[in-house]
Antibody, heavy 129, light 106 residues
C-alpha cells in the first residue's frame, strides 16, 4: 500500500525559504503513471494546489505561487521536495504531499495531474519570527 | 482562474438522511470534477473522480453527477462516520478546489 510522509521544519522565519520533503513508501516514485504533488491548507480554510512534478522532473505550478516555488524529485530515494521562498505569515498552513493520477490510468500525456490519492498526513508549517 | 462555488457551506442532517452538496464552476469544465472527504485532523480522501466515478473501496452510498458547470454530490443514507468536510476540485484549467461543505449530524 502506497504511503507518503512529509518531513521538515515546523517553524520558518518570515522572508526565509520553506523546505519540505515527501518520502514515498510501498511503491516507486519513478513509475511513469503518476505525478507527485504538494497541496496546502491554511488553518480553517480550503485547499490550494501548489504544484506537481513528474518522475522525469517536469513540473507544473500554480501561477499564484510560481515565482516562489520549486518542486524537485529524487527518484533513487523515492522522495520529492518543495521549496517556497520569501515566506510570510500568509504561507502558514498544513502542507500535504500527494500522488497525482490522471484519467485513463496514465499521466504520461498530461501536463498536470487530474486528482490526488493518496495523501500524506500533512505537516503544519508556521511562519513566524 | 476557474472559481468553484460549493453550497451549502455547512449542513446538519440526521443518520439515514439523503444529503446533497452542489458545486458550481465559473465556466464549463466538462466532467473534470472530483470530490474529496476530509475528516477532522486528517488528510483528504478521494471519493469520486470525473464527476461520477466511484473510487475503489468507497461505499456505494456516495455518488456524484453533473457536467458543464453544475455538479452534485450525494450521500444516499447518511452514516455517523460520514461526518467530515467535503471538497470539490476541478482540473479543466489548472487545479482549484471548492471552499468545502462541513457536514454535521443533527
Amino acid at each position: 500500500q502506497l504511503q507518503l510522509q512529509e518531513s521538515g521544519p515546523g517553524l520558518v522565519k518570515p522572508s526565509e525559504t520553506l523546505s519540505l520533503t515527501c518520502t514515498v513508501s510501498g511503491g516507486s516514485i519513478s513509475r511513469s503513471s503518476y505525478f507527485w504533488a504538494w497541496i496546502r491548507q491554511p488553518p480553517g480554510r480550503g485547499l490550494e494546489w501548489i504544484g506537481s512534478v513528474y518522475y522525469s522532473g517536469t513540473t507544473s505550478y500554480n501561477p499564484s505561487l510560481k515565482s516562489r516555488v520549486t518542486i524537485s524529485v529524487d527518484t533513487p530515494k523515492d522522495q520529492f521536495s518543495l521549496k517556497l521562498s520569501s515566506v510570510s505569515a500568509a504561507d502558514t498552513a498544513v502542507y500535504y504531499c500527494a500522488r497525482g493520477a490522471c484519467s485513463g490510468g496514465s499521466c504520461v500525456s498530461f501536463l498536470k495531474p487530474h486528482w490526488f490519492d493518496p495523501w500524506g498526513q500533512g505537516t503544519l508549517v508556521t511562519v513566524s519570527s | 482562474d476557474i472559481q468553484m462555488t460549493q453550497s451549502p457551506s455547512s449542513l446538519s442532517a440526521s443518520v439515514g438522511d439523503r444529503v446533497t452538496i452542489t458545486c458550481q464552476a465559473s465556466q464549463d469544465i466538462s466532467n473534470y470534477l472530483n470530490w474529496y472527504q476530509q475528516k477532522p485532523g486528517k488528510a483528504p480522501k478521494l471519493l469520486i473522480y470525473d464527476a461520477s466515478n466511484l473510487e475503489t473501496g468507497v461505499p456505494s452510498r456516495f455518488s456524484g453527477s453533473g457536467s458543464g458547470t453544475d455538479f452534485t454530490f450525494t450521500i444516499s443514507s447518511l452514516q455517523p462516520e460520514d461526518i467530515a468536510t467535503y471538497f470539490c476540485q476541478q482540473y479543466d484549467n489548472l487545479i482549484t478546489f471548492g471552499q468545502g461543505t462541513r457536514l454535521e449530524i443533527k
